[in-house]
C-alpha cells in the first residue's frame, strides 16, 4: 500500500509539473497571439492607407486626363496651336468631334413620347 501510495505521489507530482509547464507555454503562445494580431491589425491599416491613396490618384488622374482633354478640346475649336506628345492633330481633332456631337442636343423621336 505504501508502494502504491507513493507511485500516485509521484504521479501527481509530475502531473503538477506538466501542469506548471502547460500553463507558462499557454501564456507564451497568448504573447504571440497577441503579437501576431497587433501585426495583422498594422497591416491592415496600411493596406487601407495603400488602398486609399491608389483611389485618390486615380481619381486625381481621372480629373487631370478630364482637364487635358478639355483644354485640347477648346484650344482646337479656338484654333490655338499646342503642342501634341501623342495622337498628334488627328486624335485632337476626334476629340473635338466627340465634344462637339455630345453637346448638341438631342431630338426625342415620336416613339419617345
Given at each position: 500500500?505504501?508502494?502504491?501510495?507513493?507511485?500516485?505521489?509521484?504521479?501527481?507530482?509530475?502531473?503538477?509539473?506538466?501542469?506548471?509547464?502547460?500553463?507558462?507555454?499557454?501564456?507564451?503562445?497568448?504573447?504571440?497571439?497577441?503579437?501576431?494580431?497587433?501585426?495583422?491589425?498594422?497591416?491592415?491599416?496600411?493596406?487601407?492607407?495603400a488602398e486609399k491613396k491608389v483611389s485618390d490618384l486615380g481619381s486625381e488622374q481621372q480629373a487631370l486626363l478630364s482637364s487635358q482633354s478639355s483644354i485640347l478640346r477648346q484650344s482646337f475649336l479656338?484654333?490655338?496651336?499646342?503642342?501634341?506628345?501623342?495622337?498628334?492633330?488627328?486624335?485632337?481633332?476626334?476629340?473635338?468631334?466627340?465634344?462637339?456631337?455630345?453637346?448638341?442636343?438631342?431630338?426625342?423621336?415620336?416613339?419617345?413620347?
Amino acid at each position: 500500500l505504501a508502494k502504491q501510495a507513493e507511485s500516485l505521489n509521484n504521479k501527481v507530482t509530475d502531473f503538477e509539473q506538466q501542469l506548471v509547464k502547460s500553463h507558462e507555454a499557454e501564456r507564451e503562445n497568448d504573447k504571440v497571439l497577441s503579437t501576431l494580431r497587433q501585426q495583422g491589425k498594422e497591416t491592415r491599416q496600411q493596406l487601407m492607407a495603400a488602398e486609399k491613396k491608389v483611389s485618390d490618384l486615380g481619381s486625381e488622374q481621372q480629373a487631370l486626363l478630364s482637364s487635358q482633354s478639355s483644354i485640347l478640346r477648346q484650344s482646337f475649336l479656338e484654333g490655338i496651336e499646342v503642342p501634341l506628345l501623342r495622337g498628334g492633330h488627328e486624335a485632337l481633332r476626334e476629340m473635338a468631334e466627340e465634344s462637339q456631337s455630345a453637346s448638341a442636343p438631342t431630338q426625342k423621336s415620336p416613339a419617345d413620347t
